[in-house]
């Protein structure tokens, strides 16, 4: 029996509330493996931690080691095999997107150094707190212990939503829709693109959408998914959210047949910069994510990918003091 240790930070916030149930009742791990919770949070909000820590034993899961609760992250990151960075101050009325950029990146370079310190090389560290692709950045620069190829941001929400649209759209099964690509930042400049999509390994109902609909509709749908939800909810996407991450660890763990979105830093032949956490068509196998290469584009997919690009090279020049 082994036993896998899983530290989530902004542990008592929306989001943890909802992917700390999803990961113990899920099947991530073999049977036989127990997994330790590590919840990580601001001293403020230990209270609600000790709740959360009760109600997760109330659940008996069959695989849980223990949890633990703590501010000191030090202590939440040395051991882990898997870090979510989920904690993150989130933007305020008024609040500039620069300004969110630079408070959520001064917290971030501390979490970065404090996993430098304590980490082990092996530690998969998956980013989530916004602006999720910059915050990854800023950490693999400050905790260059770890292996590059150790830290991913969170694209899989995007892609599960691209893909559940095209579904409705053409009554076919999620699960059946392959190869679909999110570029980009997990922003409103992300690029979801249906180009290569196979439904049944046919692109034939792909062809019977109208050019219009995929512009006009589809795309700044996706686009906008997160506004569009907190616009009828009156709160932001947290369970969907929580969702998506528990299948982006997933896929780090066991691998996935299909190609799948992440944030990444990695050489490519798309002439996107190297130095910036994008997106792109990936395929994971355990312990190993690569980009695919030479995947063919067209002229108007590439406007929309550079628009990202840009984007984060924007983002990159706010915070570019606290890279090392
Ligand atoms: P949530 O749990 O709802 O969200 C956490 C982060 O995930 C935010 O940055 C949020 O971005 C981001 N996110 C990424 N994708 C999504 C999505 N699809 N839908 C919603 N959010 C998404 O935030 P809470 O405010 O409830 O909780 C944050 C926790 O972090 C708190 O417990 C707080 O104490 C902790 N925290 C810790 C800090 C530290 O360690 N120093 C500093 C600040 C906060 P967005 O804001 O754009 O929605």
Not at 8 to 17: D, H, L, M, P, S
Not at 302 to 307: F, L, P, T
Request: aromatic share 6%; glycine share 4%.
């Amino acid at each position: 029996m082994s036993k896998k240790i899983i530290t989530i930070t902004g542990a008592a916030g929306n989001i943890a509330y909802s992917l700390i149930f999803r990961i113990l009742s899920g099947n991530i791990f073999p049977q036989d493996n127990k997994i330790q919770i590590n919840l990580l949070d601001i001293t403020p909000v230990l209270p609600s931690l000790t709740g959360i820590k009760y109600e997760i034993e109330d659940c008996a899961f069959r695989n849980l080691d223990h949890v633990m609760i703590t501010d000191d992250p030090e202590l939440a990151f040395s051991e882990s095999d898997y870090i979510l960075m989920v904690g993150a101050k989130p933007r305020t009325k008024g609040m500039q997107r620069a300004d969110l950029l630079l408070d959520n990146a001064s917290i971030f370079k501390k979490q970065a150094e404090i996993i430098n310190k304590a980490a082990k090389k092996t530690t998969k560290v998956i980013v989530v707190g916004n602006p999720a692709n910059t915050n990854a950045l800023i950490l693999q620069h400050n905790a260059h212990n770890l292996p590059a190829e150790n830290f991913s941001s969170l694209m899989k929400l995007d892609q599960n939503r691209a893909k559940s649209v095209l579904s409705d759209k053409l009554n076919q099964k999620v699960e059946d829709i392959k190869k679909l690509i999110v570029w980009g930042n997990h922003s409103a400049t992300q690029y979801p693109d249906i180009n290569h999509v196979l439904i049944n390994n046919s692109r034939d109902l792909i062809h019977s959408l109208d050019s219009r609909w995929i512009e006009k509709k589809f795309i700044p749908r996706i686009q906008n998914r997160g506004a569009e939800i907190i616009e009828h909810r009156g709160k932001s996407s947290a369970a969907s959210a929580a969702s998506a991450i528990y299948d982006h660890l997933n896929i780090l763990v066991n691998g996935s047949n299909d190609w799948e979105s992440m944030g990444v830093i990695r050489k490519n032949s798309y002439d996107i910069s190297s130095d910036i956490f994008f997106s792109f068509p990936l395929k994971v196998e355990q312990n190993k994510i690569s980009v695919v290469d030479n995947v063919e584009i067209s002229d108007l997919s590439y406007k929309y990918i550079k628009e990202s690009e840009k984007e984060l090279l924007t983002e990159r020049n706010i915070i570019r003091d606290l890279l090392d």
